[in-house]
């Protein structure tokens, strides 16, 4: 539940049993005032005066509440709706009119409710020529005024409250979104919550704890890269001299020995990239896609006219932005080429195109090698599956992986020539 | 190379101003596409250029799309420039021409 809707709720949880309670007292409270100020009026309207029989009065009662805050609810209004008098004889016939009545004498007053309707009855005793009647009259409490409304302040204090916590949370939304984007991209910085309250508090913390997370990953990034630059050297001398060897004698065991050595330089070029991806961590920066291809194919020009192929590489003369963490893209365009080389069976061609249009980019390599089989097409992709039967190593399974960790789109498939295209696309900028 | 946006190269001269491309001395009437692609191709010696880059950036769009079209202009674009095949097809990728033979 969101920290607005759970805060009204509590609110109103606690504010409607507060509100009953006080509309309860104040009702009772305004009933025995109401009673009190009926009488004292009506006593008032009787007492010391001649009665006119059959005469209707309308009275006004004022009374507050004692508080400034409820004044405006003190008016009210009554209507005498009639004096009748009756004869003390049982025949009922005597009426008297007014001129003959001498004195008049209140005897008391009496409060009735009739279901919705209250009536203040008063008794009075009049003196005539005829001796004296008793008489009695109604007033009808007919304009009672609504309670007092405690609503309404209770109301603007949650909105208040509920206003109040805009700047709550807001700092707790963009916490929330700077880990997001850090989840999905390791560089994003994290907002410092400087707040000195709970909130701040666990800001601060969870900084911290990412702060010791992204150590730790930098000390495993840092072991497995050393570990791996301490490998590649020898292995790159011992793949030069199985080459080497291979020219020399035409072994098959020497051309397994080097197929092997060139599985396992690769396996340990991918290493890095295999560690960074498995923890998820990809840190993405604007990086000109330019460059790294004009790398990857200086990298592999001279390899690839040593094995007898021919290596071209083209891209846009405009640079080519893309969001993307450089390594695993040099790394995937890096695998995508070596695969192809080491999966051709020369002499042939490696093309390495990137296009960019209408906000989209492509990087696409080509081959006129012997290409994958239908069913291999789909299981070089999967991880470990690649293997050796595949002969991909993780290469292409990084590739897929590196496409995956930024919504990148990564296909093989047959080309027209019947060698290999994969192809990686994604989105500028 | 290339002076004041001119090109040289192996003979031919291309002047993006008053776009008119001379071979060996010769006019050569190039078409606007024609001059279009020879241009990008020249200004991006040695380096391949690709089709689909030829065909979103020199190309009509709304009216000729399609690297079948790009196909036609190269090859009458070659006609044109004669026996000197300064316009290289690269395998996979789309055409180049290389500052030497």
Redesign the interface.
């Known amino acids: 539940m969101k920290l607005r809707a759970r805060l009204l709720l509590t609110a109103i949880g606690v504010a409607v049993p507060v509100w009953l309670v006080l509309l309860g007292g104040f009702r009772i409270v305004r009933e025995r005032r109401l009673d009190a100020a009926l009488t004292a009026a009506a006593s008032a309207a009787f007492a010391g005066s001649r009665c006119s029989v059959g005469v209707t009065k309308s009275i006004t009662v004022k009374w507050d509440w004692g508080s400034p805050l409820f004044k405006s609810l003190s008016s009210h209004q009554f209507l005498i709706i009639g004096l009748d008098s009756t004869g003390r004889s049982d025949s009922g016939t005597a009426r008297i009119s007014a001129a003959m009545i001498t004195t008049v004498k209140l005897d008391g007053v009496g409060v009735r409710t009739y279901g919705t309707t209250r009536q203040v009855a008063v008794a009075i005793t009049y003196d005539s020529a005829c001796g004296f009647t008793l008489a009695e009259s109604a007033v009808n409490d007919t304009t009672g005024a609504p309670p007092p409304l405690l609503l309404w302040p209770v109301l603007v204090a949650v909105l208040g409250v509920l206003a109040g916590l805009g700047p709550i949370v807001r700092r707790a939304r963009l916490l929330t979104e700077g880990i997001r984007r850090w989840q999905i991209d390791s560089g994003a910085p994290i907002p410092i919550d400087r707040g000195s309250d709970e909130l701040g508090k666990l800001a601060r913390a969870y900084h911290s704890s990412v702060q010791t997370l992204m150590k730790r990953e930098e000390a495993l990034k840092e072991f497995i890269e050393d570990t791996t630059h301490d490998l590649a050297t020898p292995l790159t001398v011992l793949r030069g001299h199985l080459w080497g060897l291979k020219k020399d004698f035409e072994s098959p065991r020497l051309e397994s020995a080097a197929e092997e050595v060139d599985f396992i330089v690769s396996v340990v070029a991918n290493l890095p990239l295999k560690a960074k991806l498995s923890v998820g961590f990809v840190s993405r920066s604007d990086i000109d896609v330019n460059q790294i291809m004009s790398r990857v194919h200086d990298r592999f020009y001279a390899l690839a006219a040593a094995r007898n192929l ?1 290596f ?3 891209w ?2 405009q640079a080519v932005k893309v969001h993307a963490d450089p390594t695993c893209l040099e790394q995937a365009i890096n695998n995508l080429v070596e695969n192809a080389i080491r999966h051709h069976e020369p002499p042939g ?3 390495l ?3 960019a ?1 209408s906000g989209a980019f492509s990087i696409r390599v ?3 090698g012997p290409g994958i089989g239908e069913a291999d097409l789909q299981r070089v992709l999967v991880r470990g599956e690649g293997g050796r039967a595949g002969g991909s190593g993780l290469g292409l399974a990084i590739v897929d992986q590196v496409a995956v960790a930024h919504g990148w789109q990564f296909s093989i498939r047959a ?1 027209d020539s019947g060698g290999l295209v994969a192809e990686l696309k994604g989105i500028v900028g | 190379m290339s002076r004041g946006g001119q090109v040289h190269v192996r003979g031919l001269h291309i002047d993006p101003e008053s776009r008119l491309v001379r071979l060996d001395g010769t006019n050569i009437l190039a078409t606007a596409v024609e001059f279009d692609i020879l241009f990008a191709l020249a ?2 010696l040695d ?4 089709r ?2 030829l065909v ?1 950036h020199v190309l009509d769009p709304d009216r000729e799309g399609t690297e079948r079209t790009l196909d036609v202009h190269i090859s009458r674009l070659r006609r044109k420039l004669g026996a000197a095949k300064l316009i290289q097809t ?5 055409y180049k021409i290389a500052s030497q033979e």
């Open positions: 021919r071209e590489a083209a846009p003369a061609h490696i093309a195109v990137l296009d249009s080509e081959d006129d080309g | 200004t991006r380096r391949p250029v690709s689909s880059w979103t690269v395998w996979g990728i789309g």
